[in-house]
C-alpha cells in the first residue's frame, strides 16, 4: 500500500494502479475450463453443470476481493464493493457467463472479469467511492436453453417475472422457473427482482466488438452511442402450386419468386435509407419453401425479417416502406402476403454522460477510442429501461464471436479496465 496515496485528498488520474493483463488472463483462462465442449470451443448453457461452476468460480473471486454477494431469483449475481455512502443509489458494471454453443472465451466473460479486475485496482489504491460498485452476473444473455435472451436484465427491467419463468421451457419441458427453483434460487421473491428507476445510478458493460470495426480503425476502445434494437417479423407468401414444366413463365403465381424479390427489395431500401450518420440492418435468415421439391413451383414461402437501427424513428420509417414495398410486388405477382411483428424494440441510447466519462479517461490515460454502435443487443438494452447504461468495447480479431475463433488480446481488455475503472469511480464517487 502506498501511504502517499492513501494521504491524497483528491482522486487524480496517477492514483490508479494499471490493470494487469496476467490476472484478467487467469480469470477468462479458469473460467473457460468450465466448459462442455472442450474438444471444439466453449459451450457454458445455462444452468449446465459447467455453467453452475462457474457461478461458484465468480462467487470465489469476489468472496476474495471482499465483495459482499447476493442472488436474485432470476439467478443474477451481484458481488457490491461498498462505497463509504451505501445508502446512495450504486454504480453497477458486468456482462454475462453463459455462452452460445462451441463460442469462444471472452464474449461476456470479459466485461465480468473487467468489472473485477476494475474492484481489485481501487482496493490496491486504497480508492473507496462514496457510492457503492457493483458487479454484476446477468442471467443468460444468450437466449441458447430457453430461446429467448437477456432473461436475468429482462427480469431486472420488469419484464420476466414468475409467471413468465414457468411459461419459458427448455426442450426437455424443464420451467425456467422450476430449474431455478431446484438450484435454490429464492424464487418466492421473484417480485423483488425488478429495479425501480432511480435505484441504480449507472450502469456500465464492457463487451467485446462483434462487427470488427475497432480492429479496422486501429483502435483499442469503442465508446458505444447507442444499442441497435430489432423489429423482427414473419411473413407468408401464398401463391399457386403448380408443375414446374407445365406452367408457362407467364402463367406462374410463384411464391418464392415473390419473397426473393422481396428479399432484394429490403436490401436496396435498407441501404438506401443510410445517411452518413445512420445504422441500421436486414436480414431475411430464415426461409422456408413449400413444397420443397425441385419439379414444384412453390405455392408457399415463409421467411423471417430481422430490422435494427440505431434510431426508433428511422427504424419505422424504413420498416413502413418495406411493408408497402411488400405489398405491391405481392400484387403484382398474384400472390397474398401476411405478416406478423414479433417485437419492436426502442434503441437504448447511452447516457452522455457515462459516454463523456469513458472519453475523459480513455483520453487521461492515452488510450485510443472512437465512438461506435452496437449492431447487437447486450444486458445493457434491457438494464437500460431503468438506469442509465454506458458501453465500452474491446478489439476482437477480425470482429469474430460466438466461434472458437474469438480472439481479443488480454492487453486489449487490461486496457478497457483502465478507463472502465475510471469512469465507474467518476460516476461513484458522485
Ligand atoms: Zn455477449
Request: net charge negative; with cysteine; hydrophobic share 40%.
Amino acid at each position: 500500500m502506498n501511504l502517499a496515496l492513501e494521504q491524497e485528498e483528491a482522486v487524480s488520474a496517477d492514483s490508479f494502479p494499471k490493470a494487469s493483463a496476467a490476472n484478467i488472463e487467469r480469470m477468462l483462462r479458469n473460467l473457460n475450463h468450465f466448459n462442455s465442449t472442450p474438444e471444439f470451443g466453449t459451450t457454458r448453457v445455462l444452468f449446465t453443470e459447467p455453467e453452475v461452476a462457474a457461478r461458484e468460480y465468480i462467487k470465489r473471486e469476489m468472496k476474495q476481493l471482499g465483495l459482499k454477494i447476493r442472488e436474485d431469483a432470476a439467478g443474477n449475481i451481484f458481488g457490491t464493493y461498498e462505497g463509504t455512502e451505501p445508502v446512495l443509489a450504486p454504480v453497477w458494471t458486468g456482462s454475462h457467463i453463459d455462452t452460445v454453443l462451441n463460442a469462444g472465451m471472452f464474449d461476456g466473460m470479459s466485461g465480468v472479469v473487467a468489472g473485477l479486475e476494475a474492484v481489485r485496482l481501487f482496493e490496491e489504491a486504497g480508492l473507496r467511492p462514496r457510492r457503492s460498485v457493483v458487479v454484476v452476473v446477468y442471467t443468460s444473455e444468450e437466449p441458447t436453453r430457453f430461446g429467448l435472451g437477456c432473461l436475468g436484465s429482462r427480469a431486472l427491467a420488469g419484464k420476466l417475472g414468475a409467471a413468465e419463468a414457468k411459461e419459458l421451457k427448455d426442450k426437455d419441458g424443464n420451467s425456467l422457473y422450476d430449474v431455478l427453483k431446484s438450484l435454490g434460487f429464492p424464487v418466492e421473491h421473484f417480485d423483488e427482482v425488478p429495479v425501480r428507476r432511480g435505484d441504480v445510478k449507472a450502469a456500465v458493460e464492457l463487451h467485446i466488438d462483434q462487427t470488427g470495426e475497432l480492429e479496422r480503425a486501429d483502435k483499442t476502445l469503442g465508446v458505444v452511442k447507442t444499442i441497435c434494437a430489432p423489429s423482427v417479423y414473419d411473413f407468408k407468401v401464398t401463391g399457386r402450386q403448380s408443375h414446374a414444366g407445365g406452367t408457362s413463365m407467364a402463367r406462374r403465381r410463384d411464391a418464392f419468386m415473390a419473397s426473393a424479390e422481396m428479399a432484394l427489395a429490403a436490401e436496396r431500401l435498407t441501404k438506401e435509407s443510410l445517411g452518413k450518420d445512420d445504422y441500421a440492418t436486414a436480414t431475411i435468415g430464415r426461409v422456408n419453401v413449400i413444397p420443397g421439391a425441385v419439379n414444384v413451383i412453390p405455392g408457399e414461402a415463409d421467411f423471417s425479417l430481422d430490422v435494427r437501427d440505431a434510431s426508433f424513428e428511422h427504424k419505422k420509417e424504413l420498416t413502413q416502406k418495406i411493408l408497402a414495398e411488400f405489398e405491391e410486388i405481392a400484387k403484382k405477382r398474384e400472390v397474398t402476403l401476411d405478416s406478423k411483428m414479433y417485437n419492436d424494440d426502442h434503441p437504448m441510447p447511452c447516457q452522455d454522460d457515462i459516454q463523456k466519462k469513458l472519453v475523459e479517461a480513455a483520453e487521461e490515460t492515452g488510450i485510443s477510442y472512437i465512438k461506435t454502435i452496437s449492431g447487437a443487443f447486450h444486458d445493457s438494452m434491457l438494464v437500460g429501461e431503468f438506469a442509465p447504461v454506458g458501453m465500452l468495447f474491446v478489439p476482437s480479431r477480425d470482429g469474430i464471436s460466438h466461434s472458437p475463433q474469438e480472439w481479443t488480446d488480454f492487453a486489449d481488455i487490461a486496457a478497457g479496465t483502465d478507463v472502465l475503472a475510471r469512469a465507474l469511480f467518476a460516476l461513484a464517487d458522485e
